[in-house]
């Protein structure tokens, strides 16, 4: 089945640096590669997502990048603030056969902290 | 914040005994995946039912069963629960034939 491997496990940034989250993929037939951002107790929250058709996706302060390739993906964060602090996972979806069937599979997670 | 909500928020049960989540799913999305998520580490998929049947499964033994409501909400079911499944469990609705998933709150089990 479908493996995601997810780097640094934790990531310390000074306020206003910049952050960058990596993940590869085995399943060269997984083509929607979402992230998304867990603060403590609180529910995933999609932030942003990439399709395989696409090398690259800006959403004002956060960026994804794909490499199908290589089988990896990455999130970048800008001008970090306090309020990035959180734990952020990638996934890939591998699709099963029929109608509605995706099943996402999960890095294990980056602890981000921004240092004010 | 998501359409997508869960009940109970906390639960605690011990071992042996059975437990039913609920999850209500966002208006209009038709297909529910269950996840657990251990702490530290990332949900896994249980999981996804679509128009009221299973429609893929991760590596979770039978005791996890589930079930889909005609008006879209769902349940989980684990059956003679063990320590192990001490987490919390995560549904996420989606469009018919859309990847994108959105979450609920997380219902936090802990078994004793």
């Known amino acids: 089945g479908e493996n995601v491997e997810q780097h640094p496990s934790t990531l310390s940034v000074q306020e206003g640096d910049s952050a960058v989250i990596k993940c590869t993929y085995s399943?060269?037939?997984?083509?929607?590669f979402p992230w998304y951002k867990q603060e403590l107790g609180k529910r995933p929250q999609l932030i942003i997502d990439i399709r395989s058709n696409v090398g690259e996706k800006k959403d004002q302060r956060i960026a994804v990048t794909l490499n199908k390739t290589a089988k990896h993906f990455s999130l970048h964060i800008t001008e970090t603030q306090p309020e990035d602090s959180a734990v952020y996972f990638c996934a890939a979806i591998r699709a099963y056969s029929g109608a509605g069937s995706y099943q996402l599979t999960f890095g294990k997670g980056t602890k981000l902290s921004v240092i004010p | 914040e998501t359409g997508v909500t869960q009940s109970p928020t906390h639960l605690i049960k011990t071992r042996g005994q059975q437990v039913t989540l609920r999850c209500s799913s966002q208006s209009g999305h038709n297909t529910v995946s269950w996840y657990q998520q251990a702490l530290g580490q990332g949900p896994q998929f249980i999981f996804q039912y679509y128009r009221e049947e299973e429609n893929g499964r991760g590596n979770f033994p039978p005791r996890f069963s589930g079930l889909q409501f005609p008006n879209y909400s769902s349940e989980l079911n684990v059956n003679a629960l063990e320590l192990d499944d001490s987490a919390l469990y995560l549904c996420?609705?989606?469009?018919?034939?859309?990847?994108?998933?959105?979450f609920g709150p997380g219902t936090r089990l802990t078994v004793l």
């Open positions: 399943d060269s037939a997984s083509n929607y």
């Open positions: 996420a609705s989606s469009l018919e034939g859309k990847d994108t998933q959105y």
